[in-house]
């Protein structure tokens, strides 16, 4: 039979004593945790033993003994006294490793109570960094790729399984490693930390300054919560407006992090722990990404010299709009227009521009003091700013939007007119309580009227399409510059930051499987391997612990995207994931 041994690197030089650790009879192995060395009382680390058991809840035992050759020659009989452990603890099997002084591979032996037959135990000696096993955390193997085989999955599931009951038995035995040899007491340890508890003043300062800030940030954040859930803020005008805009929205996901992170409930296990990081280091750098812009934008008055080239930048935009009404109320490219509808058509949008240059030339006066006020804003994070300026932006190509909508309406009524009339012609009618398409006689008066109308609606169709056409462009440019900034910000939002920085920096903290590295070979000698941990790839670190993030755009596909194109259907670039499309 094979007997599995995981020993933690750290204790190779340990002094002689005992093998503290847990059995996995299921896998018959043995995870050795820590040696309790001389001087000690059996009694006192059997009561020890049962202590941190109760506390931690893994059936840590005494696994077998321990002998390190420099103590063996200044202690003579040591390790006789070592053997006859093994009656008063009566762990089964008692486990005996020790190490020959002058050679790199060690004495390793089983001993079993009831041995079923003269079958010997087979023991694979695995080392392991104790330090990255209780620090990392496993994850689930990937799917496995088309060509494996079916058996595959079941095989990694259950390497994974085993190899995560060794990590769990190591993560979970942190009160064990909380004592070192130095601690007074009657039980001596030594295990990764032996040399000292890993502490910091400044940490503990923080740990304990922690707790009322985040009870009084709780507190502030439950009164803005309730401000915004008010009646007054709840109406239908205001409702809608905040709904619609992109800086609201982001303030809420901000406010929803902040509660996430000043929450003082301890997070139940380490998905939600790894999530609460991740915000906190998005938060972090999104304020400070925030506050050097801030910072840039009041230095050398660069926010004068914006509100200065912001009333030329409309009058130009301005200009080139009211060339391409002009270009349009002509012959655009040779097409022979319908005059008189080109003409109404291109005096109301240049009406329209008329009023926006109006309305941006009464604004003049505050557009500095409105920047001024607007960057301050930067100082909740680059994201606020960026959704700010998207909805900068909507406001001052309101009247681009306006001509869109005018221009698909009028094209959309004109494509459903001509259908319908269509089906005239082919005696049928769209039956709306059933939802299809019935036959229908119709007499000579209406299909007079209805071939009327389509002639029409049919040599009327090409200058509405063609002023549909230049404003969907125009409006599309528009809506992928703020796409362009929404996803800039969704990115902000839901990249895990810490995440990255942990695998860059520690990457055995994520790990995604082990591999195991056969040391030097000697016959008769127990089979030896190094245990090392495979870190997790970017992309999976990204897509495991990546933040959920509101979403302004529907994700509509190509072909729905083509399809409302061409029959004129308004695309809202605000709506969010869960609402219906019209």
């Not at 995870?31 to 058991?53: D, I, S």
């Not at 009164?223 to 709904?243: D, E, G, I, K, Y």
């Not at 008329?354 to 409105?370: G, K, R």
Request: charged fraction near 20%.
């Amino acid at each position: 039979m094979v007997l599995k041994v995981f020993f933690p690197t750290c204790c190779s030089s340990a002094e002689s004593g005992l093998l503290v650790g847990r059995w996995i009879p299921e896998q018959n192995s043995a995870v050795v945790l820590a040696v309790v060395h001389f001087p000690f009382v059996p009694g006192q680390v059997k009561q020890y033993l049962a202590e941190v058991q109760r506390a931690t809840g893994v059936e840590i035992s005494v696994l077998g003994s321990w002998t390190n050759s420099k103590a063996a020659k200044e202690e003579k009989g040591l390790e006789r006294f070592l053997e006859d452990l093994g009656t008063i603890f009566s762990h089964d099997p008692w486990i005996q490793l020790g190490k020959e002084q002058g050679s790199k591979f060690w004495s390793c032996s089983a001993t079993r109570r009831h041995p079923s037959g003269d079958e010997r135990d087979e023991i694979i000696l695995v080392y392991y960094d104790q330090r990255k096993a209780m620090l990392s955390r496993l994850h689930p193997p990937c799917a496995p790729e088309a060509g494996e085989a079916a058996a595959a999955p079941d095989r990694k599931a259950e390497n994974a399984s085993k190899l995560a009951t060794m990590f769990a038995t190591v993560s979970q035995s942190q009160l064990l490693f909380a004592k070192d040899r130095y601690d007074e007491g009657p039980v001596k340890l030594t295990h990764w930390q032996s040399e000292g508890v890993e502490a910091s003043i400044i940490v503990e300062l923080v740990k304990q300054a922690s707790g009322p800030a985040c009870v009084l940030l709780t507190f502030l954040l439950s009164l803005v919560s309730r401000v915004c859930l008010s009646r007054a803020l709840t109406f239908w005008p205001l409702s809608f407006v905040w709904s619609k805009l992109s800086t609201c929205q982001q303030l809420k996901h901000r406010l929803q992090h902040l509660q996430v992170v000043s929450s003082t409930r301890k997070a139940p296990d380490q998905a939600q722990l790894m999530r609460k990081a991740n915000i906190f280091v998005s938060l972090l750098l999104d304020m400070t990404l925030g506050i050097l812009l801030m910072s840039w934008l009041y230095q050398k008055n660069r926010i004068g010299h914006l509100a200065n080239a912001l009333i030329p930048m409309a009058d130009l935009v301005a200009e080139q709009l009211q060339d391409l009404l002009q270009w349009l109320m002509g012959v655009p490219a040779g097409l022979k227009m319908n005059r008189a509808l080109d003409q109404v058509l291109g005096r109301f949008f240049l009406y329209h521009i008329h009023l926006w240059i109006s309305y941006i030339h009464l604004m003049s006066p505050f557009i500095e003091m409105i920047l001024w006020y607007v960057g301050l804003s930067a100082c909740l994070g680059l994201t606020v700013a960026l959704s700010i300026l998207s909805d900068i932006i909507a406001l001052l190509t309101f009247h681009i939007y306006c001509f869109y909508v005018y221009g698909a309406r009028l094209y959309c009524m004109k494509i459903y007119g001509l259908a319908s009339l269509w089906r005239l012609f082919r005696g049928k009618k769209w039956n709306v309580l059933r939802q299809r398409v019935d036959s229908c006689s119709y007499d000579l008066d209406q299909l007079f009227i209805g071939t009327l109308l389509f002639t029409i609606l049919l040599f009327l169709l090409p200058t509405t399409a063609l002023y549909y056409l230049v404003f969907t462009l125009l409006r599309l440019l528009v809506v992928i510059v703020q796409g362009l900034l929404h996803l800039l910000v969704d990115l902000v939002n839901s990249l895990p930051f810490y995440s990255v920085l942990l695998r860059l920096c520690r990457p055995y903290r994520l790990a995604s499987g082990v591999k195991f590295r056969v040391l030097e070979q000697e016959a008769g000698k127990p089979l030896r391997l190094l245990m090392q941990i495979n870190p997790l790839s970017y992309g999976s670190v990204v897509q495991t612990y990546r933040l959920p993030t509101y979403s302004c755009y529907p994700k509509d596909s190509w072909g729905s995207l083509c399809k409302k194109l061409f029959v004129g259907e308004l695309i809202y670039p605000w709506k969010h994931k869960g609402e219906k499309q019209d």
